[in-house]
């Protein structure tokens, strides 16, 4: 008897010593349905001892600390343990929204002639654009008031007129050629993502207000479509007569992107309203292709390039009321006001191959809308 307690013994201490230091190990007597007192001994070694063996002791293996892993490989015996990992994002709470609603936007551009004169020998112009628009976003809100947004929009043309005028003279004189086209063809495309700090202003029983620096980087895209030409304005011998005519499908390709920093405020008034003001200013770059499909004397699909640099001043009114603790209705009013007239060049590529440049006068976009939406917190 006292020969097997040395066995066990040593079994043990040799366990405590090559066993993982996370691990630790028990060795018990299973209990016993009988009342007897006498304590039972098992001779058979823990090593050989088995469940089929029906053994009275009992081996566990336990983590030292089960909320912590550390990660350890042994090359000797090819165990390993997880690290304990963390998330690569992790917030506080997120947002998703999603709206639609109504936008109208105008567009205008000038170029000179290639000789410098005159100097806009060309000008398009498209007004009352009226766009449908569906938009959709998410913001996540991190550690301790960082927020980060990400923005999408999609808007489908439904309405709008066009007017292209060629002149022979400086500054929109001795107007030679006019076509009034519709302009109901086409979309948009807008998308944003900024990063902002939530600091907060005022705290008392009334209202609550948080100012909200913030940089990010946009996109805008207009693809716009001309089709049912008039005449209105003509020259004989240089222009088509005055009057309908067929066949046109023009395309213009805008994009404006660039990075932007501005300011956002939110004012919470009792437990359901917010109100917010936003400010953006971006800085453009400005980017357009076209594709003058009646004119047999430029190439096709790319009749001409633009490029210029510019600016973007951008503002909003929104609302948002809490219809529970997730779900609320929202409502903002936007506005845009960009032009790019830097740097600008208009490079031709007409059919004989070859492709001179002239000056690009500038372009001008204003945006004017409303939309509607719900936003879900979690």
Known sequence: MRHSTLVLALILNMNNVYSAPSLQMHVFEEESNTTTNIPIYNPIPVFESSPARKHNLQTHVFERAPSVRTAKTSSSDGTSTIKDQKP???????????STGYRQDELNWSIAAISGTPNIISELEW???????????????????????????????FD?????????????????????????EGSVIDA?????????????????????????????????TMTDAKQTVATTGITPPIGSFSGLHTTYD????????????????????TLGLNFEYHYAFYDATANWNLRSDFAHPESFTQEAEGYGLVGSVDAKYRLDNKVSLTLSVNYQDWQADRNGINEFFFSDGTSPTSAYNGVNWKSFGANLGLAYQF
């Open 88 to 98: 690569i994002l992790s917030y506080q709470k997120a947002e998703f929204y999603a």
């Open 127 to 157: 007004q009352d654009i009226e766009i449908a628009i569906v938009n959709i976003g998410t913001t996540l809100y991190l550690e301790p008031n960082w927020l980060l947004n990400v923005d999408l929009s999609y808007g489908h043309i």
């Open 160 to 184: 709008g007129a066009n007017q292209d005028s060629d002149y022979f003279g400086n500054n929109r004189t001795f107007e030679f050629s006019r076509s009034n086209n519709s302009a109901d």
């Open 192 to 224: 944003s993502i900024h990063a902002g700090y939530k600091w907060l202003a005022l705290n008392n029983e009334q209202a609550t207000l948080y100012l909200i620096p913030k940089i990010g980087f946009s996109y805008h895209a207009q693809f716009l």
């Open 254 to 273: 805008a994009t404006w992107y660039g990075p932007w920093i501005g300011m956002d405020s939110e004012l919470t008034i009792g437990k359901k309203l």
